[in-house]
């Protein structure tokens, strides 16, 4: 199992918020973005490359404008071409999303342009989890927005990215009997990570502000979503990741404790064979009881199994695990 850091030397305080992708020879891509402090006019999108085993020097790919940058994320098409979406905007409410390309492995980039022409929904195209393929040929950009109330939903696009099409958002619960078990009187979903079981049969984890982890499903693409319900999960409205290993088994990553804005401070993956209806113990790959954060985690795998990850390790830096299902079955787990 490789695990490594990969900021050397950054000028800025914060670094948050990954996304990875694979590079070709075995390489891969991360980016985040870092700034003096998170919301901050100064945040830039930057990232490095793992190539021949070592990180290169970190450094800024995006800085538009004099607002603050969020949550980018990648995604590499068959072809090789590599998008990078990021939100730019200071409020939440009104992010606009912006969309590069890079077509010789991240060597260089194309100049930023809007996903969605003269959006400021906040919510247009990825939110901080990679885009699903599906075996349609269709892209699948896992998407929310986070205004009055919290709301999940994916945008349909075509692979080149050139056009668009809003699922219908993904209905929460709101009857008295969650209510009345300490639910919200309007419970919120954002950030979903989503994986095809098989043709059209798509499925979403998602953050919440309920203390849980929420899955919703569609039967049509995407395009429509069953109210979303507790997967008993916890969650500690913090993000999560999902990644679909060749054999069919799902990989989540997660924080491990449960309940509205709980500690971040311990960091657990699981592996589930059936689809996401059981789960496997919780293993470690941070556990702290003192005041620190690892979360807004990325995964992927490859046609081999290999496991990469990539995590907020305290703010100051960016973690990186690399492995076999198996390497990561052998940690210790969270009882």
């Avoid at 607002?67 to 939100?87: M, Q, Y």
């Avoid at 912006?98 to 492995?105: N, P």
């Avoid at 075996?135 to 929310?144: E, I, R, T």
């Avoid at 945008?155 to 056009?163: E, P, R």
């Amino acid at each position: 199992m490789i695990r490594e850091k990969i900021v050397e030397f950054c000028p800025y305080r914060e670094n948050h918020a990954v996304s990875l992708c694979q590079l070709r020879e075995n390489g891969f891509l991360c980016v985040w973005f870092a700034g003096s402090k998170e919301g901050g006019g100064d945040v830039s999108i930057w990232g490095a490359r793992r190539l021949n085993g070592q990180w290169e020097k970190v450094h800024v790919i995006a800085k538009i404008s004099n607002e603050p940058h969020w949550n980018p994320v990648l995604f590499r098409a068959p072809d090789g071409i590599i998008r990078l979406f990021f939100k730019v905007g200071s409020k939440i409410s009104s992010w606009r999303t912006y969309v590069m390309s890079s077509f010789d492995d991240a060597k260089s980039w194309t100049k930023a342009e809007e996903l969605v022409a003269g959006d400021k929904s906040g919510g247009r195209g990825p939110v901080k989890n990679k885009p699903l393929l599906l075996q349609s040929g269709k892209l699948l950009a896992p998407a929310s927005i986070e205004k009055r109330q919290w709301r999940a939903f994916t945008d349909i696009g075509t692979l080149n990215c050139q056009s668009w099409e809003k699922s219908r958002t993904v209905p929460m619960p709101r009857d008295l009997d969650l209510v009345k078990s300490g639910m919200p009187k309007d419970p919120g979903a954002i950030q979903p990570a989503l994986w095809e079981s098989e043709p059209n049969h798509v499925h979403m984890l998602l953050r919440t502000n309920c203390g849980t982890i929420f899955r919703s499903d569609s039967t049509d693409g995407g395009l429509r979503w069953r109210k979303a319900y507790s997967t008993g999960l916890p969650n500690n409205n913090s993000g999560l990741d999902v990644t679909t290993l060749p054999n069919g088994e799902l990989v989540l990553i997660a924080n491990a404790d449960g309940g509205n804005w709980a500690s971040r401070g311990k960091l657990v993956i699981r592996f589930s064979k059936d689809n996401g209806l059981t789960w496997s113990p919780k293993y470690l790959l941070e556990n702290s009881d003192s005041p620190a954060e690892f979360s807004y985690p990325a995964i992927i795998s490859d046609s081999t199994g290999t496991i990469a990850l990539a995590y907020t390790w305290k703010r100051k830096n960016i973690e990186f695990i690399s492995g076999q299902p198996n390497d990561f079955k052998k940690l210790a787990v969270l009882k």
